[in-house]
C-alpha cells in the first residue's frame, strides 16, 4: 500500500514574465485572464482536468521545455493548428500522423496540441 495516489494535479511552466505569460495562455485557451498572481510568480490557469501552473521564479533558459511535458486536447487538429497558424505562434512541427503538433510559447517552451 503506498500513500502516493496515482493522479497528477498540476504540471508547472516556466515562464519568464508572469503577466505576459497569464494574458499568452489565457487567450490561447479562451479564458478570462481575470485570476490572481499568488506570491508574484505564480498562476494558475483555470482547467478542466490536470492543473497548469505558471511559475516566474522557476524559469532559466535550462528549465525551458525542450519537448513536451503534456499536451492540450482539440476534438479538430486541422482547426487547431490553423487557428495557431493565424495567431502566428511559432509552430516547431506540422500535423504529424493526423494527430498531434507541437509549438512554442513566447518563452520558448515547447508544447504539444493532440487530438
Known sequence: MTPILNRVSAVFIPVKNIEEAKKWYCDLLGLEADGDIIAG????????????????????????????????????????????????????????NGHWFNFKDPDGNVLMICE
Open 41 to 96: 510568480h505564480l498562476y494558475i490557469v483555470p482547467m478542466k482536468g490536470t492543473g497548469l501552473v505558471l511559475d516566474s521564479k522557476i524559469f532559466s533558459s535550462e528549465t525551458i521545455f525542450q519537448t513536451p511535458a503534456f499536451h492540450f486536447d482539440t476534438n479538430d487538429i486541422e482547426a487547431a493548428f490553423s487557428f495557431m497558424k493565424e495567431k502566428g505562434i511559432e509552430l516547431v512541427t506540422e500535423i504529424e
